[in-house]
């Protein structure tokens, strides 16, 4: 071994340009972004006032140039050295707060807001500037220089980079900073103008009082609708429906939002504060005649009301994006569209709510930034966060179907009012014929017109009611279909799966048969292909009858249809299993589904309680139902093996089975889940009615009463 000593050099991380540029790029996704950034770089410098600036941007070319001024407090030649050409500093997780008077909680912590300018340009210039100093600092930066030296190999590290940098006269009463930023690009036409104003407008929340203020302005040398144009927010007047949710800290109390079907009115009731903090929530609600008087206003805009957005200290965090025009390319980080394929007539989109969520830095702790500020990270509080977010939005989804059901009643009434009008019109002509036979000539035709608009409108009502039937049974046929979009890509994945084992087992056949070595695998193989195209028939048995073409939804009787299920296509069946059956029902309910969906339910359920009866003595299949808060309510019990509790919404999990070895191939409650949900229900197992043993499944479904 080589003892001599040596001189040894200190080792340090060191990176070069397109390292940083490849950084940046995927830290600021998009160029709206960007400008947010930078404006919430003002907002942390106490501006009252920051102007984003366009000038000759329709067309690219270098006159392009787009500045973001303010009137903040500036940057000396340290902070510029030591702070802004820092990647990534602490300085602002050090101190918490901007001065007083204005004492903002910093926005921008992760010190990521210069790559905001490489985003939107090769060219920078800044222009600082503090108070009581007597000169502009002017600093100059030029990626696309950078990168055209470490092509040529004069420069390799981005550290190693001189920028240039002068002074010039100023006023000692003038303070602020400006960025002015050239080679842009991309091109910003009007469109893209506007939809930066749009997201602006959400960059403070209207509901949190700014003391000193902080007004944004756009302006553009090319377009007349922003010649300093004011960042305001005048939408949520147009609403039809309005909701807020506080909280009590020293009480421990959150508001949560409730709806009162009878009355059609939204109120508030206090729990516990949630594990992700006390939270504030101003929620607006378009109707359709609000969207209607909107559109009028905004000339069919519908970008404007575009879902919800968090608030942290009151400047706004996520969901952030530039707006999309395909859909299938719009971030919808709460899941409210993704949410409508599941039930388009009754839940809400993102056109027709607005939503500002409140949170703080100090009460919110565990609701972390991600790093590319368009999302929180993906801990449990933020989970819980948008759960609770999404049952405040639920109110609206209950108030739209109120109204619409309100609109279905009035519409009637004022049908069967106007018959009643009529009617009564006709008998008082007859009583006028009676008493004034000399005037029977003269109401005759009145008489007749009378009749005619009688049967006219009981034509009308009839109408109406086979209208409404149909529309019912349109949107149930919808409701079932949809409800096999999420459930078609899991089978999709589960075939796959499955066809992947088959392939994986026949290809050893392929190679290894015949061989006596192998007889013993040969024939585990051929009994487990046989089982995975067992599981394939049921999977293509069920997406087929969803294919088939009688689809229509009927009124049936739910306690006659089990009778029909329980004593006569399973009377041997639980004959020679010695099965006791039970059916009570309070009263005798009449359901609008698709019968053949609705048996398959139980046939499942039946097959899963006799495989878990197999080893009982005494056997059980009990089945009540009974109308509870206006729901009809289906309980399914028997007091076999039953299902542990961590169990209970995994036994819904396609494939999922604990009766392998007696052909259970993972697809019975799979598919009643799937069912139920098609009817508009839900499904799920409860405490067992039988105690200690047993399983009892509570089916909650729509019913109207016989």
């Keep these: 071994m080589n003892n001599s000593k040596k001189n040894y050099e200190p080792l340090k991380w060191r990176f070069d340009v397109n ?3 490849l950084l940046g790029r995927e830290l ?12 919430k770089n003002a907002y942390d410098a106490n501006a009252t006032e920051v ?8 067309n690219q070319n270098s006159n392009s140039i787009i500045s973001i001024k303010d009137n903040g407090t500036g940057m000396s030649f340290e902070d510029i050295r030591d702070k802004w050409m820092v990647v990534g500093t602490n300085s602002k997780r050090k101190t918490l707060y901007s001065e007083a008077p204005f004492n903002r909680r910093f926005v921008g912590e992760k010190g990521i807001g210069r790559f905001a300018v490489d985003k939107l340009g090769e060219k920078v210039k800044i222009i600082t500037k503090q108070e009581n100093e007597v000169e502009w600092l002017n600093v100059k930066i030029d990626w696309d220089e950078y990168e055209i030296k470490a092509t040529n190999q004069q420069l390799t590290l981005f550290t190693d980079v001189e920028n240039e940098y002068t002074y010039s006269e100023g006023n000692i009463t003038e303070h602020g900073t400006e960025l002015v930023i050239t080679n842009l690009n991309e091109p910003w036409v009007k469109s893209d103008i506007e939809r930066l104003y749009k997201e602006l407008t959400k960059i403070v929340s209207p509901f949190y009082p700014l003391s000193p203020p902080f007004n944004i302005y756009v302006d553009s040398n090319e377009f007349a609708d922003f010649n300093k144009r004011l960042v305001e927010v005048d939408i949520v007047k147009y609403a039809s429906h309005t909701a807020e949710i506080s909280f009590d800290i020293a009480k421990n109390e959150q508001e949560i939002l409730k709806f009162d079907s009878l009355n059609g009115k939204i109120y508030t009731e206090k729990v516990p504060i949630q594990s992700f903090g006390p939270v504030s929530m101003n929620l607006f ?6 969207k209607r008087i909107f559109n009028q206003a905004f000339k069919g805009d519908e970008t404007r009301i575009d879902g919800l957005k968090i608030y942290r200290n009151g400047l706004v965090t996520t969901p952030f994006a530039e707006y999309n025009d395909h859909p299938d390319n719009k971030r919808d980080i709460l899941g409210i569209d993704k949410r409508l394929w599941r039930d388009i007539f009754n839940r809400i989109s993102t056109r027709e709510v607005i939503g500002l969520i409140s949170i703080t830095k100090e009460e919110n702790p565990l609701i972390i930034d991600a790093t590319n500020r368009q999302d929180f990270v993906e801990n449990n509080q933020y989970k819980e966060l948008k759960k609770f977010i999404i049952e405040q939005l639920n109110i609206f989804s209950e108030i739209k179907v109120f109204e619409r059901l309100r609109r279905q009643e009035d519409g009637d009434n004022a049908l069967e009012k106007a018959e009643e009008n009529v009617q009564s019109f006709s008998q008082a002509i007859h009583k006028l014929e009676i008493e004034k036979p000399d005037l029977k000539q003269i109401l005759q035709p009145l008489k007749k017109q009378a009749a005619e608009v009688s049967t006219s409108l009981k034509r009308g009502i009839t109408a109406q009611k086979e209208a409404k039937q149909e529309y019912v049974r349109k949107e149930n046929i919808y409701l079932s279909l949809m409800s096999l979009q999420d459930y078609a890509i899991r089978l999709s994945h589960a075939v796959r799966t499955s066809l992947g084992k088959t392939k994986r087992m026949a290809e050893f056949f392929k190679n290894k048969f015949p061989n006596a070595r192998f007889d013993d695998v040969f024939k585990e193989y051929a009994l487990l292909i046989y089982d995975e195209m067992e599981t394939l028939n049921k999977v293509i048995d069920f997406m087929l009858s969803y294919a088939g073409s009688n689809i229509d939804f009927e009124d049936f009787s739910i306690k006659k249809m089990l009778n029909d299920l329980f ?8 004959l020679s299993e010695k099965i006791t059956a039970l059916i009570e029902f309070e009263d005798d309910l009449i359901i609008n589904a698709n019968k053949k969906f609705f048996e398959d339910i139980f046939q499942n359920f039946v097959s899963n309680s006799i495989k878990a009866l197999e080893k009982n003595d005494s056997k059980i299949i009990k089945c009540t139902g009974k109308i509870i808060d206006n729901q009809f309510v289906i309980y399914f019990s028997d007091n076999g093996l039953g299902i542990s509790k961590d169990k209970w919404k995994k ?9 392998a070895e007696q052909g259970g191939a993972g697809l019975g409650l799979f598919i009643v889940k799937t069912r139920i949900e098609a009817l508009h229900g839900n499904v799920e197992v409860i405490d067992s009615e039988f105690g200690a043993c047993g399983a009892t499944f509570k089916i909650t479904l729509p019913f109207k009463k016989n």
Excluded: M, P
């Design 28 to 39: 600021i996704t998009d160029r709206i972004t960007a400008v947010f950034e930078l404006v």
């Design 567 to 574: 004593f006569r296509s399973y009377k041997q069946t639980f």
């Design 651 to 659: 036994v819904f999990e396609i494939y999922y089975t604990s009766t």
């Design 285 to 290: 609600f378009f109707n359709t005649k609000a």
């Design 19 to 21: 390292t940083f540029r």
């Design 51 to 58: 102007v984003v600036s366009f000038s000759n941007v329709n």
